[in-house]
């Protein structure tokens, strides 16, 4: 073996031995991606973990649904799900202004998840309502939810371009801000269109 | 003179029973004050444990087992809110109560994960400093290998004896 390659063979080896060693290194601080965006996933799934959603329900049947948080904030957040009720009237969260509804919270559930982390929470919900006596109204009375009776007391007008009564279940998603100690509208909430059946 | 003293003593009993009763029962069958009380040291307390949490996540911790706890916690702080917002009192100091004391020792166990996780941190930064110096220790053994075997080969090419 020539000189010439015993020079080639000392590079190769040199250069493997130096990115071996150097490869904790490497690992550490080249192959680590910084992160660029930091959001919030919300989402609502249906019975069987997709976006196949229950539309007609009817009174005292229950319905699984599966609400998964994705945190991407960059640390550990505090959540928190407002539950609202509202008739077709009533006012909804507003995707343009980014404000959440006027309606009053029926409940909230508040969890914690820690970043780069999703947290799938199932909820289990039912409805009792009652036809008004003249049956144009539908008395929205109690939403049951996880086996809490939440008093809804809502009345829905019958929708005769559509013919049912239409109620809207729909959740919202606050954040703890910890620089004021309070929860606020993190600008997100999923919602469904309900068709209550009698 | 019997059944005075018999009468006396039954109401003695009942009078001590009831005493007892106030006594001992007022924590139990808690009013909107003591309900409204447990709920914020409840807050407070969890509030407390985000910041550990925070804290123990930055410094690159694993705070897996910890989300869980903090996060049972705040499901029954949830529950007492909503009890107390249906003027269940009672039931909203139960749940505040046990949302409190599921974080019992909770702080400190954020803070050894967090102490852990400076360690094993010091340690990562250890190997990749050490990492780095072999290294460029191996190019520069490398390097004036070459830079030998290269002077050997000139010569080489000049004529020079081999040695």
Request: glycine share 4%.
């Amino acid at each position: 073996m020539g000189l010439q390659q015993y020079k080639m063979l000392l590079l190769v080896v040199t250069i493997v031995s130096a990115l071996f060693v150097a490869s904790p290194a490497i690992q550490q601080l080249l192959l680590v991606y910084p992160q660029t965006t930091y959001l919030t996933e919300f989402s609502l799934l249906g019975p069987y973990h997709n976006a196949t959603y229950p539309y007609n329900f009817t009174v005292g049947k229950n319905y699984r649904l599966y609400f998964d948080v994705e945190n991407r904030l960059g640390s550990c957040a505090y959540y928190l799900i407002q539950v609202k009720f509202r008739n077709q009237t009533q006012s909804a969260p507003d995707s343009f202004n980014h404000t959440s509804s006027n309606q009053p919270s029926l409940d909230s559930i508040s969890f914690f998840v820690a970043d780069k982390e999703t947290l799938e929470l199932p909820i289990d919900i039912s409805f009792q309502y009652k036809l008004g006596g003249n049956k144009t109204e539908l008395d929205m009375q109690n939403i049951i939810l996880n086996g809490t009776v939440l008093k809804a007391n809502t009345l829905i007008a019958w929708d005769s371009q559509r013919k049912g009564f239409y109620g809207n279940l729909f959740f919202e998603l606050w954040i703890f801000n910890d620089a004021i100690n309070v929860f606020q509208y993190h600008q997100r909430y999923v919602s469904l269109w309900l068709n209550m059946t009698t | 003179m019997i059944k005075y003293l018999k009468a006396s003593t039954s109401i003695t009993a009942i009078m001590i029973l009831f005493i007892t009763t106030a006594l001992f029962a007022s924590p139990v069958l808690a009013d909107q004050q003591s309900a409204q009380t447990a709920i914020s040291s409840a807050k407070n307390t969890i509030k407390s444990c985000y910041d550990a949490v925070k804290e123990s996540e930055a410094a690159g911790a694993n705070v897996d087992s910890l989300m869980v706890t903090l996060n049972d916690a705040a499901g029954l702080l949830s529950k007492a809110e909503l009890a107390y917002a249906s003027n269940d009192y009672h039931s909203a100091y139960s749940y505040a109560t046990q949302s409190k004391s599921k974080l019992n020792g909770f702080i400190s166990q954020a803070t050894a994960l967090k102490e852990t996780a400076i360690n094993n941190d010091n340690q990562n930064f250890t190997i990749i400093v050490l990492s780095i110096i072999g290294s460029v220790a191996i190019l520069c053994v490398g390097t004036v290998a070459w830079i030998v075997l290269n002077r050997k080969d000139r010569k080489n090419l000049n004529g020079s004896p081999t040695v």
